[in-house]
């Protein structure tokens, strides 16, 4: 009975977890979120002169240091009362709504505090170079409650400062669709080059939050799942506790994405050659040597192209990351067991592994996984990935890899087919996944 009321308990507890959600405003009235942010910095400014003046503000809490802020750049109502001005008082400037202040105060007392956390952290190391005190602002707006409002399903009103007075604008925009479920906390107004964003904080509700622990001492099923970097992005293998396979998924897609990424890498090599040649033509005619300009940073076109490609990525890895849950969610799954690359892979001093950080992907798929299986209940660990991809899952012997018409080899890591001494063989990805699987379960064998 005692054990019972207890896996209630467990299973019963709630969490919260937040994801941000980026929407793109209606191109209407740019001029007027320019002078609003332009306003916005002017007062975070101002509130980060006092902080860095009267330093003694820092110690306090966030609460008390607001209202301590207030009373010297506003005043209290016996100030008022007895017709004292404010020691730091807002001047030549309009009249700033409440929130907007508030705002700007909490942006104030973060940039204080990392500057003074900078500042005791290198006296600490004895650094000889203190860090600079903030001089300059581009922050962007959050915007507290008062500050928006009607916020529906395709627009939002937000409250502006168009150069003379505070209006209400409503804004329509586009992007993903809020959940219903979630609670909206305070956006944040992004002004870009071409475009304006809103980033919303979305507060949703975690219904399983056990442990990986916990949820073994019930659950009968995993999924462990291997990335290799080929046209299949991920292999997701269903195994009981066991280690019997009882289903697998193929996660398909990285030919469309390689398609997509030469694209934009052939634009890469053709920019770099045009630059080379430019630089070349002028040097000749200035009697220049070519070194000095081929040192020079890499263009403003060639900029836009890495981000470019740097999008793909992130395309795919969320695309990726949101099929692997929705399986899991499908066939009930609790744990998902994936290898633990984050301080494994050095492509540095790993050549042989032909790739790059723009190039291999389970990382950012990783990542990506952690906090969108959460959002369902799901939890994601990790094992050390060592000889996980170079052992067979059948019998433990070193395998080699291969593809059609290729000779096996050991070290051929981008073979997708493999076999073993002992006569296993077969997909190296599924194999892979199958020794992440087995290796976890390992774990809860004797327990």
């Known amino acids: 009975m005692q054990l019972e009321k207890r896996e209630s308990i467990l299973e019963n507890r709630i969490g919260y977890v937040t994801s941000t959600y980026k929407v793109r405003l209606y191109d209407r ?7 609003t942010k332009q306003l916005y910095n002017q007062v975070v400014w101002h509130y980060y002169q006092i902080l860095v003046s009267e330093v003694q503000i820092l110690e306090q809490s966030n609460f008390l240091a ?55 952290r290198r006296q600490e190391e004895k650094k000889e170079f203190l860090p600079s005190i903030i001089t300059s602002l581009d922050c962007s707006i959050v915007l507290y409650k008062g500050m928006y409002r009607n916020f529906s399903k395709n627009s939002i009103e937000l409250k502006l400062y168009n150069g003379e007075k505070w209006v209400w604008v409503t804004y329509p925009y586009t992007g993903r669709e ?19 964003f809103l980033h919303i904080p979305v507060e949703i509700k975690v219904y399983d939050i056990r442990t990986v622990n916990e949820r073994m001492e019930k659950e009968k099923k995993i999924c462990a799942v291997s990335f290799p970097d080929n046209d299949c992005l991920a292999v997701c293998v269903l195994m009981d506790r066991d280690g019997i396979v009882k289903e697998s998924y193929f996660i398909r897609g ?39 300009r081929e040192k020079q940073n890499i263009g403003r076109e060639n900029q836009k192209i890495y981000k470019k490609i740097q999008q793909i990525n992130q395309y795919y890895a969320h695309q ?3 099929e692997i849950v929705a399986y899991c969610v499908k066939n009930e799954i609790k744990v998902i067991v994936v290898p633990n690359y984050e301080s494994t892979i050095d492509f540095h001093t790993r050549r042989y592994l032909s790739a790059d950080k723009f190039h291999w992907q389970g990382r950012s798929i990783i990542r990506n996984l952690k906090y969108k299986a959460f959002q369902k209940g799901i939890v994601v660990t990790a094992i050390r990935p060592y000889h996980i991809a170079d052992s067979c899952s059948e019998c433990g012997e070193k395998i080699q890899r291969y593809n059609q018409g290729h000779k096996a080899s050991r070290n051929y890591y981008g073979g997708r087919l493999y076999h073993c001494p002992n006569g296993h063989k077969g997909n190296s990805a599924f194999n892979t996944a199958k020794n992440i699987g087995r290796y976890f379960l390992k774990r809860f064998s004797n327990e």
């Open 29 to 35: 009235h740019k001029n007027w979120i320019f002078y």
């Open 66 to 120: 607001l209202r301590r802020l207030e009373e010297l750049s506003v005043g209290t109502k016996e100030m008022k009362a007895k017709g004292e001005e404010p020691v730091w008082k807002l001047e030549n400037l309009p009249k700033i709504p409440l929130y907007f202040r508030r705002s700007a105060i909490n942006m104030a007392l973060g940039l204080a505090r990392s500057y003074m956390a900078s500042k005791e």
């Open 178 to 196: 809020i959940p219903k479920e979630g609670r909206m906390l305070s956006p944040t107004l992004k002004v870009e080059k071409y475009a304006t």
């Open 254 to 292: 990285g030919a469309e994405r390689e398609k997509k990424r030469q694209k934009q890498v052939v634009r890469l090599e053709k920019s770099k050659e045009s630059r080379k040649s430019d630089v070349r033509k002028r040097d000749s005619e200035k009697g220049k040597t070519e070194d000095s």
């Open 320 to 322: 990726v990351s949101r």
